[in-house]
């Protein structure tokens, strides 16, 4: 694992031909700023793209966003000279888009050899083909740079050509083998965009959505989706004094070498101390993001 647990609550998409948007992103409250090189970008306008994209992680003032450049895919005319450059350019990570198999995590892995290790390798699930092999696409974790998926549901609706309605009825179940394969092999895993970017009642169904289904967060396209998003996906007020208390009783000396104790009427075990502490850590990252 070379990603530590760090909050992942927002991570802002944007053209990494936009340069006005780029410039706007050093001071927006996202947790993860991506510059896209891939489906938001015109084919005429990929190699510039693809400098705007490593001139900007160069001249950084990200602060504690953490950077990802999206590269198009290894099997265009576009994705080996993208993860060569995005290779060399300093980002946190490269995030591949439309992976289906190991075989594909191994290529990516190949083509970036010369990167530093600290380079993560973040992995788009958004095909159908992915979808019966999670646990094995998951399992490359183990030595490869692979450490977050994002789940790319416009592309899966496509594929499937299901609807994508407010629910998502139709992606519920890929989004929990999704998060299942993930959490088995220590992988992050951040939600899906919401296309509705003018109606944030919408986006915050949405976003309630992906927290009860497990995700560190959620994938956006537009500012206005930022503040909801970090709102939905930060340990709650009371969240917290449920974790410090469960840290608190564990730590007396009554309650000394017990694996189940009674905290507020209900009970804890040794898992919910391991919650509670993590919850703790969590809070403690993002109050050093403001
Ligand atoms: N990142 C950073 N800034 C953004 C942004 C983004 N994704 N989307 C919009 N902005 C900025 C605009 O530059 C504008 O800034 P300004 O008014 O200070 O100059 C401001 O936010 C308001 O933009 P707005 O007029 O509301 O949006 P729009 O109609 O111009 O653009 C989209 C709408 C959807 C085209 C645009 O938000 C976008 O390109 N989103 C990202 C698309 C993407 O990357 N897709 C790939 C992954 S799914
Ligand atoms: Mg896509």
Redesign the pocket.
């Known amino acids: 694992m070379i990603a530590p647990d760090r909050p992942r609550r927002s991570a802002?998409?944007?053209?990494a031909s936009?340069a006005?948007?780029?410039e706007?992103?050093r001071t927006?409250p996202a947790d993860v700023i991506?510059l896209?090189l891939?489906?938001?970008v015109a084919p005429e306008a990929k190699a510039d793209a693809r400098a705007a994209a490593v001139a900007a992680v160069k001249a950084g003032g990200f602060g504690t966003r953490e950077v990802a450049i999206r590269a198009n895919g290894l099997d265009t005319e576009w994705g080996a000279d993208d993860l060569a450059a995005i290779a060399a350019s300093g980002a946190d990570a490269v995030l591949v888009p439309k992976v289906s198999s190991p075989a594909d995590i191994e290529a990516c892995e190949g083509a970036l050899r010369s990167a530093p290790a600290s380079m993560q390798l973040w992995a788009m699930i958004e095909t159908c083909s992915v979808v019966g092999q999670l646990g094995a696409v998951a399992a490359t974790a183990r030595n490869t740079r692979l450490s977050l998926w994002i789940m790319g549901v416009?592309d899966l609706a496509k594929e499937m050509r299901a609807k994508l309605t407010a629910e998502r009825t139709p992606f519920l179940p890929a989004l929990t083998l999704a998060v299942c394969a993930a959490r088995a092999h220590g992988i992050a895993v951040l939600d899906g965009?919401c296309n509705e970017?003018r109606d944030l009642d919408v986006f915050r169904k949405e976003a309630e959505q992906g927290l009860l289904y497990g995700f560190d967060g959620k994938?956006?396209?537009?500012?206005?989706q930022i503040a909801p998003c970090n709102e939905v996906f930060s340990p709650s007020e009371a969240e917290l004094a449920q974790a410090c208390a469960i840290i608190a009783a564990f730590a007396l000396p009554e309650n000394a070498g017990k694996g189940a104790i009674r905290v507020d009427g209900k009970m804890a075990e040794l898992l919910h101390l391991d919650q509670a502490k993590r919850l703790v850590a969590i809070s403690e990252q993002i109050a050093g993001f403001s």
């Open positions: 802002l998409y944007m053209p936009n006005r948007a780029i706007k992103a927006l991506i896209d891939e489906d938001a416009n965009v970017f994938s956006l396209i537009h500012p206005d």
